[in-house]
């Protein structure tokens, strides 16, 4: 392969699909992770990597992708549509916080739609590419060891933060119930510290298996399997699933029945799912057209909790990136409530935590602007030395919102991940 001076090679080509993404016996932990319904991609090694900070994060994390794919010659005999070199990002709550990121992987591993393909960077200095030609294409990157198990975990004491947590959330709703806002999102967090380095290839196994209708994500040690589409933007295509109106699940399917229609005629529930909906729709008809907004939204049920949601659809007007619109997005009022500004203030006045990437736009996007970005939700961030994870829930607060009832939602919430570290 002929390299101009400079120019970094990446190679793609098609594998004998489909390939198991999340199910393998990888060789190392993937360094990143999306996939859904068996779908998507996990990435190996880093190629590249940046961290962002304040309101130009997604902007500046845009124009340094373009930078490095420019810099870079892609060769792609896969015959694949999409396939090419992807950047992962994952992006902070707030725009002063440290730690969003950016990450190119050496190594991309990608199943969709019975198609299967692979991506591999390299130096120009490199004089073989780092791609070991096997019968299925990946026997370099696979091995037959069996992925280790769940260390043991001892869980931080949670009566004094749940304590504290119940009292914010009482705090919030007088402020709404007096009309300083209409709504607001607090959340809380636990932390867990294990007996060894948690091995994050079996975490991500349980959530995908546990969860398969979520997106199984892993960047930088954010991992977590979120049910909310922040948006996708494929081609002229543009769709955002919202998320707003929770119920536990109890795994009795009568039991679920009454409850989701319990949750369908909530006026507290459709009223914070109503304000979610309408900060989207409101984003995104700056750079579409034609919006589809059901009038009513849909139940959807996961294995721990049931959701108000709507998928919002329309047709890219303006050429944004799926990278664009997220900015357009975040934050929703899903994730920090309505008004803006004055949640925002709520939030930092009463949130006992640091929220990092939690509740961020996490997902990819490639050198074209199509990409799938969600909302980071159902996670954990674990140290780096993977000894120890906070996880994370928060909660839609609106005038009748209840502190007990809040807390337990965040209990339901929070044993996605509680599940997995288990």
């Known amino acids: 392969m002929s390299v101009t001076p400079h120019q970094r090679p990446i190679r793609t080509r098609a594998l004998i699909g489909p390939v198991d993404l999340l199910g393998s016996r990888w060789r190392e932990a993937p360094s990143v992770a999306w996939v859904r319904d068996g779908a998507g991609m996990v990435g190996f090694g880093v190629a590249a990597a940046a961290q962002f900070r304040g309101e130009e994060r997604f902007s500046r994390a845009q124009r340094w992708v373009g930078q490095w794919l420019a810099q870079s010659q892609v060769r792609d005999s896969s015959g694949v549509v999409g396939a090419g070199p992807v950047a992962f990002a994952s992006f902070t709550f707030d725009d002063d916080a440290e730690g969003s990121v950016v990450v190119i992987p050496r190594t991309l591993v990608a199943s969709r739609g019975g198609s299967a393909w692979r991506t591999d960077v390299w130096s120009p200095d490199d004089s073989e590419p780092p791609f070991v030609a096997t019968p299925t294409g990946i026997g370099d990157l696979v091995t037959d060891e069996a992925t280790p198990g769940i260390p043991a975990a001892r869980w931080e004491e949670e009566t004094a933060s749940a304590a504290a947590f119940g009292t ?9 119930a007096a009309g300083e806002l209409d709504k607001a999102v607090l959340a809380r967090s636990v932390v867990a510290h294990f007996a060894a380095p948690v091995p994050v290839a079996a975490v991500l196994e349980r959530l995908a298996a546990r969860y398969p209708a979520c997106w199984t994500f892993h960047i930088q040690g954010l991992v977590g399997a979120t049910p909310e589409l922040l948006v996708r933007r494929s081609r002229d295509h543009v769709m955002s699933r919202v998320l707003a109106g929770t119920v536990a699940a109890s795994g009795s399917t009568a039991t679920d ?27 995104l008809a700056i750079h579409c057209t034609d919006l589809q907004v059901p009038d009513e939204p849909s139940v959807l049920r996961l294995a721990n909790v049931q959701h108000l949601a709507t998928d919002v659809s329309g047709n890219l007007a303006d050429g944004a990136s799926a990278l664009a619109l997220a900015a357009s997005l975040h934050p929703t009022a899903a994730v920090c409530g309505t008004p803006t500004e004055r949640a925002q203030a709520v939030i930092e006045e009463l949130e006992d935590l640091q929220r990092g990437r939690y509740s961020g736009p996490v997902g990819w996007f490639d050198a074209n602007g199509d990409g799938e970005f969600a909302i980071a939700l159902r996670c954990a961030q674990l140290s780096d030395d993977l000894t120890s994870a906070e996880l994370f829930a928060g909660c839609g607060l609106v005038a009748d919102s209840d502190s007990t009832a809040e807390l337990a939602e965040s209990a339901a919430k929070l044993t996605a991940m509680r599940d997995a570290l288990s």
Do not use: F, G, P
Request: hydrophobic share 40%; net charge neutral; charged share 35%.
């Open 168 to 176: 914010a959330v009482d705090e919030a709703v007088k402020r709404i």
């Open 257 to 283: 029945a009454r409850s989701a229609a319990r949750l369908q005629t909530s006026s507290k529930d459709l009223d914070e799912h109503e304000y979610a909906v309408r900060s989207v729709a409101h984003a």
